[in-house]
Structure formats: structure tokens, C-alpha cells
């Protein structure tokens, strides 16, 4: 079968190309959307951030994609799409182990981190349900005038001087499509980087890494499974010596990080639970990974806890095996196309930057879209260059939080550089000072982003005190630190406070009122101090 000529083509239909496609319409332009697979399917990557669900809000309101935007906060996801299953995410929750020892409170908290995103469930992020998700964002896109077609095996491709051309096989019978320009938005290692041999750069300093994951029912929650609850007050609990808790640590992206690789656990609302890990080659070779479930129970072997956690857990979804994680392509964009920054690189789950990286590629690549039909070689050399520079300043903090697995003191360091940078960016682009915020984790402020590399040089010396390194860290993030991050007080729970808001307004120029309105706008209820210097 041949098809029109479109404006746009677009290879792969999960939330990215979905997502580009409804807006692409919105533009006005023609859109094809081409998949291979079928939905709904299972599909990896599902924890977003208050980052991610700005970009996502942002990207809806100058697109007009109200029933999109609903999907940016835990509450509005709730009232609008409750048939589509979300996890909710209060914050990050780290837990570190070491192994074959059960994981136990310490007084000083020197074992775990959590730090809150959002100060209530309303406004708080989501995990992505990615089979419902998707599925649902390429419905949306259908009924915004796209065309779509899936159970798609696209076998050649070619470019021309007006546009591009593609062939495949549509369930056995040939298919053929025409566009002027085409996104490929099909992940890691995905069509183009087949079809044009487009090579992998190594990504420096990263350590290699290899993961192991599936879907899983009857995961416990964390909290049931810790024996000595000492001091803490669990989620719910009233106890009169209670010490507030910053959010029910399953309520979150909980990591579990141990000597060699790291372990996520994202609950859903409808009974699933996603895990994984993600492990240096030499833990892989030892728990001899590909081989999937018995895999999984070695590590667990060593994670007396973590085995609590899942003793009654089944796997859903057979156990997917990666063994290369990070990639970057040697090239992101020809003449006629582009490729979405989900396949022209990826790092790690830590910290999810895949979703906001493809979400500024996808504003990105829309606003040059705007200007034209088919983007001109300049816009197209910016975008490729923006997506490189901002996978090279995440791989910078996420490679040494790999090398520190081993070291919760620097980790737990380090993490304040992403926390104090993406609390920042957030506080700055929502009061509309856009120049306070260049760049993903702030990499457009020199004085930021120098100190951020050489933290991230520094946290591979094996002589390093932590104390010097906390110190390093506190005066590195003190221009930008506006949510009391880094506090030794605060022994490692992060709550959100305002308060931390009000009395770091200076840091963005805003006033008092600024502060207040913007709260107000995000539905966060607020007081102001009652004393100002103003
Ligand atoms: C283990 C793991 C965990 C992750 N966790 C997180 C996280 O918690 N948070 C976060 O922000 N990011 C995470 N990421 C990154 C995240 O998965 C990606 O950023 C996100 O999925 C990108 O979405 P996408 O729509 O661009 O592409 P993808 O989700 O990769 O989807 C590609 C689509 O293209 C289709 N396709 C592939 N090849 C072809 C072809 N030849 N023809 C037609 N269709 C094709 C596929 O079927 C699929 O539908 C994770 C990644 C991995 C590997």
C-alpha cells in the first residue's frame, strides 16, 4: 500500500513520537506515525520528575493539549484519566546496602536519603503506567488527525532531495511512505541507527553498566520489611516521640544502591511493581545476569532485605536482559530527519533524565517546526547540539554517582548537586525568569557547571574525606540552593518547606510576592514569613 505524502514521519509510537505527533498536528502539519510493535505493550522508563512534569505542562499549554497536561500532576492524573494506572511519587527514597547484611535504621541516617519533591499528593509526580500511558497518548494522537500505523517492519529507508522514503511490511504486505521530513523517535539502537550504520560514541568516564528488569504483583511495601524501626515515625504512624517523615518511602522512586550496581522499585496503583537493576559488568558476570529470573534471586541472595521485599513477588512480564545501558550515537540528525534524544543516547535510570531530556528534544525540535515544514540544517545542528551537551552534563553527575555506590557519603553529596540544580531550574522557569535556568541541570551557568565537574572529578579519588567533600559540595550549590538542601541538621530527610523558599528568594530576584503567587499557582498553600528585609 502507498500513502500521501506527509509532512512528518514518525518511527516509533511511545509517549515521545505520540506526543511529538498530537503536537505536529497542532502545527498543521500532515503526520504519519509508523510502529512496529502493537499496543498496549510493556514498555520501560516510567518515573517522571517535577522537571519532566513542568516541561510536559509546558509543552501541553503552548499546544493545546489540555487532556495531556492532566497527566503532569498526581491529582488532576487521578480526576481525569483514573483508568489509566499511575504510581505516585513523593519524592526520591535511596537505601544503602551493604552486602549480604540486612539493611537497619542508624540513628544518624547515614544509610538512607529521601528527599521530597513535592510537598502533597496533589501536586506530586507520577510513575508511568507506560502500557496504559502510551497507549493512551497514541489514541490521543489518532483523534488529533494522525494517521497511524502499527505492527509495522520498516526495512529500507532512503533520502531525497524533497523528502524521505520508506518501506516495509505492513502484517506481510508491503508498504510504502513519503514525508518531507521524518523523526525517529523508536529508542536506543533503534530504526535510522540500523538502517544508517550510525555508530555509537563512547560516553566518557561512564562506567559501563548492564540491567535487568520486568514487572512484578506482591512486592512489599520497603517500610514492612525494615526490623528495627528505632526512631522513625512510618508513614501514618502517631507515635508521641514521632520525627516527621517526608513522605512514605514507597510513595516514591525507591533505590536500593549496593556495592556494584543499584536497584529501583516503582509501585503503580493497579498492583504492579517495577524493578530492576542496573550493575557494573563484573556483578553481572557473578549473578551471570542474562539469565533473568535466576538472575534476579541471586542478587536478592545478597540483599537480605531486599529478599523481604519481594519473598512474595511474581514476575509478570518476562525478564528483560540489557547488556550495554548507556549508548550515545555517533550522529543525531541528517538533512531530512532527526532522531528523538531517546535514540540518540541514554545513560542510566538513575536519577530519570531519559524523560526530560526527550521532553526539551520534543520542545526543541517543535519549535523549529514552527519556523518551518522541513528545519533547516542550523535549527537541526542546535537541537543535536543542545541533546549532546545536555546528555554530557547528566553523564558527568550520574558516571560519578556510579563510581560511589560503594560510598553513601558521596553519594548522598552528590546528589545535592542534581537536587540543588533541579529545584532551582524549577523555581526559576516557574516564575517565568527563564534566564535564571539555562540549560538541563542549570549547564548554562559557568560557575555552576565548573564546580559541578569538578565535584563529579573529585568524587573518583579514593582518598576522599567526606566531610571535605559534603563542605565542597554545601559551597558549590550555595548560589543556587533554594530548597535547604545539604543541611547535616536535617540528617538526611528532606522534607518540602517553604520557609527554605522565602528565605532563598534572593537567590532567583524574587520578592516575597513573586513567591507567594507562584506557590499559590502550583496549588501549594502557603504563608509567607511574617518578617522581610523588603
Ligand atoms: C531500564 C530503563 C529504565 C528507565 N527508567 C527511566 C525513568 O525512570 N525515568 C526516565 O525519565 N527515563 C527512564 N528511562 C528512559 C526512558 O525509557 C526513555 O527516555 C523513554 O522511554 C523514551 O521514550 P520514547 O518514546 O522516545 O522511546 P521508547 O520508549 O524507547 O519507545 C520506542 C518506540 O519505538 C518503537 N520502535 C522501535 N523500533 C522500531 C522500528 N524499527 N519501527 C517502528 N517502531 C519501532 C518501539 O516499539 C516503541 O514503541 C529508562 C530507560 C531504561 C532502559
Redesign the pocket.
Known amino acids: 500500500m502507498k500513502h500521501e505524502l506527509f509532512d512528518l514521519a514518525i ?9 511529538l505527533a498530537s503536537i505536529a498536528r497542532r502545527l498543521g502539519r500532515s503526520v504519519v506515525l ?4 502493537r ?1 498496549p ?1 510493556f ?7 517535577p522537571i ?1 512534569n513542568l516541561f510536559l505542562e509546558q509543552l501541553a499549554d503552548r499546544y493545546e493539549l489540555p487532556r495531556i497536561r492532566a497527566f503532569s500532576k498526581w491529582g488532576t492524573w487521578q480526576r481525569t484519566h483514573p483508568g489509566i494506572a499511575a504510581g505516585l511519587k513523593r519524592g526520591f527514597s535511596f537505601y544503602h546496602h551493604e552486602l549480604s547484611k540486612p539493611w537497619s535504621h542508624r540513628t544518624d541516617r547515614s544509610n538512607e536519603l529521601l528527599v521530597a519533591a513535592s510537598p502533597n499528593d496533589e501536586i506530586a509526580d507520577t ?2 503506567y ?1 502500557p496504559d500511558f ?1 497507549a493512551f497518548l497514541v489514541e490521543e494522537a489518532i483523534s488529533n488527525g494522525v494517521v497511524y500505523v502499527d505492527q ?3 526495512t529500507a529507508f532512503s533520502e531525497g532531495s524533497d523528502g524521505v522514503h520508506l518501506t ?1 511490511f505492513h502484517q506481510g504486505e508491503p508498504m510504502e511512505f513519503r514525508a518531507r521530513f521524518l523523526v525517529d ?4 539502537r ?2 535510522l541507527w ?1 538502517q544508517l550504520q550510525l555508530g555509537e560514541d563512547p560516553i566518557e568516564g561512564f562506567p559501563a553498566r548492564e ?1 535487568l ?1 520486568t514487572h512484578f504483583t506482591g512486592v512489599r511495601l520497603w517500610e514492612t520489611c525494615v526490623e528495627d524501626r528505632s526512631d522513625h515515625e512510618w508513614h501514618g504512624s502517631k507515635g508521641p516521640a514521632a520525627v516527621p517523615f517526608p513522605f512514605a518511602p514507597d510513595d516514591a ?1 525507591l533505590h536500593h544502591i549496593f556495592p556494584g550496581g543499584w536497584m ?1 522499585v ?1 509501585r503503580f496503583n493497579n498492583g504492579i511493581t ?1 524493578a ?1 537493576a ?1 550493575v557494573s559488568p563484573e556483578l553481572s558476570k557473578q549473578l551471570q545476569l542474562k539469565t533473568g529470573a535466576a538472575a534476579w534471586a541471586r542478587l536478592l541472595e545478597q540483599l537480605p532485605t531486599v529478599a523481604t521485599q519481594f519473598a512474595d513477588a511474581e514476575a509478570v512480564h518476562p525478564f ?1 536482559h ?1 547488556p550495554s ?1 548507556a549508548f550515545r550515537c555517533h550522529r543525531g540528525f541528517g538533512h531530512r530527519w532527526a532522531l ?4 540518540m543516547g ?1 545513560l ?2 538513575m ?8 521532553l526539551l528534544g520534543i520542545r526543541h525540535l517543535a519549535e523549529l517546526m514552527e519556523q518551518d515544514m522541513v528545519p533547516d540544517p542550523q535549527g537541526l545542528e542546535s537541537y543535536a547540539a543542545e541533546n549532546r551537551a545536555n546528555l554530557e552534563i547528566a553523564s558527568e553527575l550520574v558516571g560519578a554517582l556510579h563510581h560511589n555506590l560503594a560510598r553513601p557519603a558521596i553519594f548522598q553529596a552528590l546528589t545535592m548537586l542534581y537536587f540543588a540544580a533541579a529545584s532551582y531550574s524549577e523555581t526559576a522557569l516557574r516564575l517565568g525568569k527563564y534566564d535564571h535556568a539555562p540549560g538541563f541541570l542549570l549547564r548554562g551557568r559557568p560557575g555552576f557547571h565548573q564546580g559541578l565537574r569538578d565535584l563529579c572529578r573529585q568524587a573518583r579519588q579514593k582518598t576522599l574525606l567526606d566531610r571535605d567533600f559534603h563542605e565542597a559540595v554545601t559551597r558549590t550549590i550555595a548560589p543556587i540552593n533554594v530548597a535547604g538542601l545539604s543541611d547535616p541538621k536535617k540528617r538526611n530527610w528532606y522534607p518540602v518547606d517553604v520557609a527554605d523558599l522565602y528565605s532563598n528568594r534572593n537567590k532567583v530576584d524574587a520578592d516575597t510576592q513573586s513567591i507567594e503567587e507562584m506557590l499559590r499557582h502550583c496549588g501549594i498553600p502557603s504563608m509567607p514569613p511574617k518578617k522581610t528585609s523588603e
Open positions: 518511527v516509533g509510537s511511545a509517549f515521545g513520537g505520540s506526543l509508523i510502529e512496529r510493535g499496543h505493550r514498555a520501560i522508563g516510567e518515573s517522571s520528575t519532566t510513575h508511568w507506560r502510551d509495522t517492519e520498516l516495509g523517535a523508536s529508542g536506543a533503534g530504526f540500523n540491567a528488569f522512586a529501583w516503582l517495577s530492576g542496573s528483560v540489557l545501558v528523538l534524544p531517546s535514540a541514554f542510566d535510570p536519577l530519570s533524565t531519559g524523560f526530560p531530556l526527550t
